[in-house]
């Protein structure tokens, strides 16, 4: 297994490291988009590095769009049960 080092990307330290994911949805957004959760100790820099290395922020957006397609989903099988 190849090791890759990784700089952050705020300030450029060394010290990332990658966290767990806080919660489930967090979680099924790693497994959908195969990203992992990093944490800067120098900056406190959050966010997520894919696996060619490529940054992004926290994605609050995806999450909240992932909860309402799940909840829409469980609202239309309710319904159908239901009916």
Not at 12 to 39: D, Q
Request: glycine share 8%.
């Amino acid at each position: 297994m190849m090791s890759i080092f990784l700089d952050c990307p705020k300030c450029g330290s060394r010290n990332i490291e990658a966290i767990s994911p806080s919660n489930e949805l967090r979680h099924l957004g790693h497994k959908l988009l195969g990203r992992k959760p990093y944490s800067c100790s120098e900056c406190h820099w959050h966010g997520y590095i894919d696996q060619g290395g490529t940054t992004a922020p926290l994605d609050w957006i995806l999450a909240a769009l992932i909860m309402t397609i799940i909840a829409v989903l469980i609202l239309v099988l309710l319904k159908i049960h239901l009916t």
